[in-house]
């Protein structure tokens, strides 16, 4: 009989604090959504950026930025003729590219032969001194 009770008491202990446990979690999460909805997000606090430091401020008043080139015909040129230089280059190295994939071709050929060479000695060597 004390064994039943026993067990209804941590049965009801259980549910109990099962009820409990769910509310909570069922509280923080509409207290959560209604603090997102107005606005007031807990999950990322947006700080204000820093304010700029009295070195900064003094490095970039004494280095002001550079006023801009006015030779703007020279840069297209300049650049026409990087870009030249690059398509030059770039036509060398294609070339030196093909010349290296033939290169890897022909070693590969030979690989082979001196593969078959060597296996074909093995042969040679085991009928001369393994004779059945």
């Not at 430091?53 to 008043?61: D, G, L, N, R």
């Not at 080139?69 to 230089?85: C, I, K, P, T, W």
């Not at 060398?92 to 000695?121: F, G």
Request: proline share 5%; aromatic share 6%; with cysteine.
């Amino acid at each position: 009989m004390w064994q039943v009770l026993f067990a209804r008491k941590w049965a009801i202990f259980f549910l109990l604090w099962l009820t409990v446990g769910l509310s909570g979690i069922a509280l923080i999460g509409c207290a959560r959504n209604s603090s997102i909805i107005a606005g007031q997000e807990t999950e990322t606090q947006v700080s204000a950026p820093n304010a700029p430091t009295a070195e900064v401020i003094k490095a970039v008043s004494e280095n002001p930025p550079p006023a801009p080139r006015r030779n703007v015909r020279r840069d297209v040129e300049e650049v026409e003729a990087e870009l030249e230089r690059e398509r030059i280059n770039n036509q060398a190295l294609k070339e030196e590219n093909d010349w290296l994939r033939v290169q890897v071709i022909h070693l590969q050929q030979e690989l082979i032969t001196a593969n078959q060479n060597i296996y074909s000695l093995n042969r040679k060597l085991d009928a001369i001194f393994k004779p059945n």
